[in-house]
């Protein structure tokens, strides 16, 4: 089955003092649970979880899957102890501590969930083949799903699951918050697509101004991805989807016929003989996430490219050894793609800093560092020293 990212949120309006303004309150959370056994074998890190989350920021890290939190419409089972101890340590480095880095720790403390939930398994839409890798409910709770394939040596996959997610879904707690300005969703207005954005290819939709298939969806969703791939995408992967947003792409049917949405969609075309411009060959598709989770061309044996310099070289390859030439697509669609992408992340820019004063280039720079520095040993041991 063919599945793809799908974030899922409840609205619902908050109205949290500024952090300069209000200290936090007390715990949301009773204190009459029995006192943990200090000879069990989660006791440790119960105490870093303690000490770390709920004690500083008010905030319950369930890591032990609980139905009442947890849809009945799906099949699911929790996390390892091994793995939600990983990813929880991952939280606090990647996503708190760098928000901690950048404005201090009273920005999370104010308006960062309440509730952080752990779930081993994706929650599957067959319906719709898409599967929900993170959910905000309500602007306090985030659950994450897939836990039992976090990946800690790849920070592709680390972001694909968890970290681009749950900047994702604190993007909508913020907007749900503070409005983002309307302007943002006239900039696509009458370019989403609720029903079906799942079959729509990673290039194409960047052509349109949309830095992934999902953002396509809804305004609302745009702009929570806005946020979440800026920050979390590295530097050659932003550049190869700009790219794709640079190029045309026909899925080399009659009028681009719009009832077919699996059909692939490519960015160039070779003829074997320039004689014959009619008789075109289309190659090189795209993809959002290749097996290694990265955004790709693929070429037309399967190749897989992942930076502008290698789809370039490739061009020019492929150019010297066919007897006609390669060409690019067409650009019809009357979207400068680049130009979208970059007047939502101004936007989004803007919005970062009058309203939540805080430096949208700058966090980027901070995530990518920390994204690349960990040490999970180092952070394990802290669990270890707990007293």
């Given amino acids: 089955m063919k599945l793809h990212k799908y974030f899922l949120m409840a609205v619902a309006g908050l109205s949290l003092a500024a952090c300069s303004e209000e200290k936090l309150g007390p715990s949301i959370f009773p204190d009459d649970n029995p006192p943990a056994d200090p000879n069990g074998y989660s006791y440790k890190f119960d105490k870093w979880v303690e000490q770390n989350f709920l004690i500083p920021y008010n905030l319950d890290f369930k890591y032990k899957m609980e139905d009442i939190e947890s849809s009945m419409d799906y099949h699911l089972v929790p996390a390892s102890f091994d793995n939600a101890r990983d990813l929880c340590l ?29 779930i081993g398994s994706p929650a599957y839409n067959p319906t719709s083949g898409t599967e929900i890798l993170g959910l905000a409910e309500g602007g306090l709770k985030v659950s994450l799903f897939k836990v039992n394939e976090i990946q800690l040596n ?9 970290f681009r997610t749950m900047h994702h879904e604190f993007g909508h707690i913020l907007h ?14 009458g370019r989403y697509d609720a029903s079906s954005w799942q079959n729509k290819p990673m290039g194409l939709q960047a052509s349109q101004g949309f ?5 396509s969806s809804e305004g609302r969703e745009d702009f929570a991805e806005t946020i979440a791939n800026y ?3 590295t530097d050659e992967a932003d550049a190869l989807i700009m790219w794709m947003a640079d190029h045309g792409w026909t899925n080399g049917l009659a009028e681009d016929a719009a009832d077919s949405d699996d059909a692939p969609y490519y960015c160039y075309y070779y003829l074997k003989d320039a004689s014959k411009p009619d008789e075109k060959t ?9 097996s290694n989770f990265r955004p790709a061309i693929i070429g037309m044996k399967g190749e897989v490219l992942n930076t502008v310099e290698a789809v370039e070289a490739y061009i020019e390859r492929t150019n010297a050894s066919v007897a006609g030439g390669i060409f690019p697509v067409e650009d019809n669609d009357k979207v ?16 970062f800093k009058d309203t939540w004063q805080l430096d949208f280039d700058e966090l980027r720079k901070i995530v990518q560092r920390r994204q690349t520095d960990f040490d999970i040993e180092a952070l394990r041991a802290e669990i270890d020293a707990v007293q």
């Avoid at 749900?176 to 207005?189: H, V």
């Avoid at 289309?282 to 290749?290: A, F, G, L």
């Fill in 231 to 233: 920050l979390t995408r």
């Fill in 154 to 162: 790849n920070v592709n996959q680390l972001n694909e699951y968890y």
């Fill in 211 to 215: 830095i992934t298939p999902y953002s």
């Fill in 90 to 118: 991952l939280t606090k480095y990647l996503w708190f501590d760098t928000y901690g880095e950048h404005c201090g720790t009273d920005f999370l403390k104010s308006y960062g969930p309440r509730i952080l939930h752990l």
């Fill in 176 to 189: 749900q918050t503070r409005t983002y300005p309307k302007e943002f969703d006239l900039i696509s207005a």
């Fill in 336 to 351: 400068d793609g680049r130009a979208v992408i970059e007047q939502k992340r101004s936007i989004v820019r803007s919005w």
């Fill in 282 to 290: 289309y190659i090189m598709t795209s993809v959002e996430k290749d």
